[in-house]
């Protein structure tokens, strides 16, 4: 019992809505930028496997109210599934796809890094300082970051057994404020937690913490463009 209490505070350091996602739920459906035709631009990078598209399409789902998994995910470990960009090359000028003068529709206004949360203290220093360099431009280009932790379930059995212990385990947060010291993504800009994956019913709790990270997202993207 003794051993258990020092793995799980008595109370967790960050509040989550657990028992009313329809608030969440409400402020994400109606968000409209200020400008009238004016879209959010968020982006996702993280390595391979990381749950990149599952976080779309578990996003998809908590608005939708049903299972949605349109942007397709891959359940191997081989490489990247989702083809967007060419990693091997940077866009020039010269191609016919580079925009000479993007709009504000055109440009990026959130940078999201997506990471899976269970293999945090094995990320390699390419990886570290790749996200390190991509941080750094975006914020050269003044574009708020933020970092989602996916998988959280495969951390501990603890948070696997009961979502709602996700602010209570103390390795969780160590793994935080390790991957914040690393690559320099403040702690209130980290956000971890469970895509939908083998799932065929949509869980609440998965729904809350999904719903708080995007509505933080959606804060700082809103921040962005009045800016």
Not at 30 to 40: C, D, I, M, R, V
Not at 76 to 81: I, K, L, Q
Not at 200 to 208: A, E, G, K, P, R
């Amino acid at each position: 019992m003794a051993f258990l209490q020092k793995l799980i505070l008595s109370k967790p350091w960050r509040e989550i809505n657990w028992r009313d996602k329809q608030r969440d739920l409400q402020y994400v459906r109606n968000y409209k930028p200020k400008t009238e035709g004016q879209l959010l631009r968020i982006l996702l990078h993280g390595p391979a496997g990381a749950g990149k598209s599952s976080f779309i399409n578990s996003v998809q789902s908590v608005l939708l109210g049903r299972m949605y998994a349109l942007a397709l995910a891959n359940n191997t470990f081989s490489g990247c599934f989702t083809k967007k960009f060419n990693p091997d090359s940077k866009l020039s000028k010269d191609n016919q796809f580079y925009n000479k003068g993007p709009t504000n529709n055109d440009k990026v206004h959130v940078l999201v890094c997506v990471i899976n949360a269970n293999t945090l203290s094995q990320l390699s220093e390419n990886i570290v300082k790749k996200i390190r360099e991509i941080r750094k431009e975006a914020s050269e280009l003044g574009i708020p970051q933020v970092a989602i932790l996916t998988k959280i379930d495969q951390v501990c059995p603890e948070i696997k057994d009961d979502l709602q212990n996700i602010y209570k385990i103390k390795c969780l947060k160590e793994k935080m404020e390790m991957f914040s010291a690393k690559v320099g993504i403040p702690m209130n800009c980290i956000f971890p937690v469970k895509n939908y994956h083998e799932e065929i019913d949509l869980d609440s709790d998965v729904d809350s913490l999904i719903l708080s990270a995007l509505r933080n997202i959606i804060n700082f993207g809103d921040d962005c463009i009045n800016k």
